[in-house]
């Protein structure tokens, strides 16, 4: 038997909890992160995935933010926040903190990293320079794990808020001077590949107009009007053992959806 590791931007998990679970059934995940979760821990519905066989781990303070790995298959070592990891305050007079925006277990022998990654907003907001300070400690600290283990199996996995080419969105024009797009977050992004973890699903899903975020507005979605903006980075030993992998498009459709489609990899036994 292979491992099904899946990452799903969720768009507040109480507001879709049945589809969730729904999913984990009929797609057979053996471990799901999740993102935007929109809770604190006393808020997550642990109950419904423990009675699907799926132990949890969450990490989330409120209603923003919030991420969460669901596991069958183990779910040992459970960290919050990496090394570096930077802090933020939108209120002069609210200490920084570190946010809920990253949360790792060990699942059948594979580090899985469950990540959301700042916004930013627009170019000229504070949480921009943050977004980039984010993405530039996960990077330092990914590179430390693979240069203390180079054959550790580690999944970079989530919502990156980061569209890394122009195939990637459905207009580059629509997106000129906008978050997501712009060069020092490409750069950013590229950066976390340079430390050789690879994009394991695109060569399953190539583009253009290949996406997993539609806004919820204009009818982006059946007008095909989406973005990349979610993906499963892999460690090179555990890249190797990818043998197919998904976007689950159809789950964006119907009653209540997250704006995010579940996006999968299917890893070949050891």
């Known amino acids: 038997m292979g491992l099904r590791i ?17 999913w984990l059934e009929r797609g057979e995940v053996d471990v799901l992160a999740m993102q935007e979760t929109k ?11 423990l009675e699907l066989g799926y132990e949890v781990a969450h990490c989330g303070f409120n209603q923003w933010n919030g991420v ?13 926040g990496f090394d570096g990891q930077p802090t933020w305050s939108s209120k002069p007079d609210v200490a920084a903190a570190a946010e809920a925006r990253a949360l790792a277990a060990t699942c059948a022998g594979v580090r899985v990293w469950s990540l959301y990654v700042p916004n930013g907003r627009t ?13 530039a400690a996960l990077r330092d600290a990914a590179e430390g794990w693979l240069r203390e283990n180079p054959s550790a199996q580690i999944a970079l996995v989530g919502d990156w808020n980061i569209a890394p080419t122009d195939d990637d969105v459905w207009s580059v024009e629509f997106f000129e001077g906008a978050t997501h797009v712009s060069e020092p977050e490409r750069k950013a992004f590229d950066a976390i590949i340079d430390t050789q973890f690879a994009d394991v699903v695109r060569p399953f899903t190539p583009g253009p107009g290949v996406y997993t975020y539609w806004d919820y507005t204009q009818l982006r979605f059946p007008k095909k009007q989406g973005m990349r903006i979610d993906f499963i980075l892999a460690s090179p030993a555990l890249a190797g053992r990818v043998s197919d992998a ?6 964006r459709k119907g009653k209540a959806p997250s704006d995010h489609a579940p996006v999968f990899v299917d890893l070949h036994t050891v």
């Not at 899946?6 to 729904?22: E, F, K």
């Not at 604190?40 to 419904?48: A, G, H, K, L, V």
């Not at 969460?68 to 919050?80: F, H, Y």
């Not at 170019?123 to 993405?135: A, E, I, M, T």
């Open 39 to 49: 809770c604190s821990d006393e808020q997550f519905p642990t109950m419904p995935f």
């Open 123 to 135: 170019l000229d907001d504070p949480h921009y320079v943050y977004k980039l300070n984010w993405l």
């Open 68 to 80: 969460a790995i669901a596991s069958r298959v183990g779910l040992d070592n459970i960290e919050i």
């Open 6 to 22: 899946a990452t799903w931007n969720v768009n507040s998990i109480r507001s879709r909890l049945p589809r969730v679970l729904d």
């Open 246 to 251: 998904q976007i689950v498009r159809e789950e």
